[in-house]
């Protein structure tokens, strides 16, 4: 059993929809991540957050919005997605710094 | 530019038999991880070794950070191992941050009754 949580497992959404990804870590940890995982791509880090500051954020187009309302809980807002943002969303959580990453079973988006 | 090369690529075993699967980065290293993704898609971290060699079962890993390579062994495999390997890394000599780890692309294994 994971100690990240990641809802829902799978989401089908239009180009125009609105959807929130959510994510929940149960690990006293005080790192959360986005990772987005494409068919044959490395994984391609989106967002962290550090004592629920934001501390990187990699180039990813606006249309993806993350929130991190406390330490325990991150979210991933789309809107207006295009179809070649249809991959596997992760979440991940670690203590600061040098420790391990462990991360949720992800939500497989598919954008019609 | 950052290196991170996973070999082999694929690789299929019988169940019972051993592998080796390595991992070479370009540089230096304080922050190394393996992690396992299952058919599901779900992601799990085998081992956080920057350095040496740990053991958890039948999985054991070495990393010779001098030598720039770590190797993930699996011993008396079994159908559940099967899967994507990736062995993520922070390149440099200094901290270690998880912000900046670049994952390899992956071994495919898979373990056959």
């Known amino acids: 059993e994971t100690g990240v949580t990641q809802t829902p497992r799978h989401l089908v959404m239009g180009m125009t929809n609105k959807k929130s990804l959510k994510c929940e870590q149960h690990l006293g940890h005080n790192a959360m991540y986005w990772y987005k995982q494409s068919a044959k791509k490395p994984l391609e880090l989106m967002f962290v957050?550090?004592?629920?500051?934001?501390?990187e954020n990699n180039s990813v187009p606006s249309r993806f919005s993350p929130e991190c309302p406390n330490s325990s809980h991150l979210f991933l807002h789309l809107h207006t997605l295009q179809p070649e943002d249809s991959a596997l969303y992760l979440c991940?959580?670690?203590?600061?710094?040098?420790?391990?990453?462990?991360f949720g079973n992800g939500t497989r988006l598919t954008v019609t | 530019g950052i290196q991170v090369e996973q070999s082999p690529p694929d690789l299929i075993l019988q169940e019972g038999a051993n592998s080796t699967l390595r991992c070479n980065f370009s540089d230096s290293v304080n922050n190394l991880q393996w992690f396992h993704q299952n058919p599901w898609g779900q992601l799990i971290n085998l081992f956080y070794?920057?350095?040496g060699t740990k053991q958890n079962g039948r999985l054991s890993a070495t990393t010779v950070a001098t030598e720039r390579y770590s190797l993930l062994y699996i011993s008396s495999s079994q159908t559940t191992d099967s899967g994507v390997y990736f062995c993520a890394v922070f390149l440099g000599n200094s901290g270690g941050s998880n912000y900046k780890l670049t994952f390899g692309k992956g071994t495919l294994l898979t373990v056959n009754p």
């Open positions: 070794i920057p350095s």
């Open positions: 957050y550090s004592l629920e500051e934001r501390v």
């Open positions: 991940a959580s670690s203590q600061l710094s040098n420790s391990p990453l462990h």
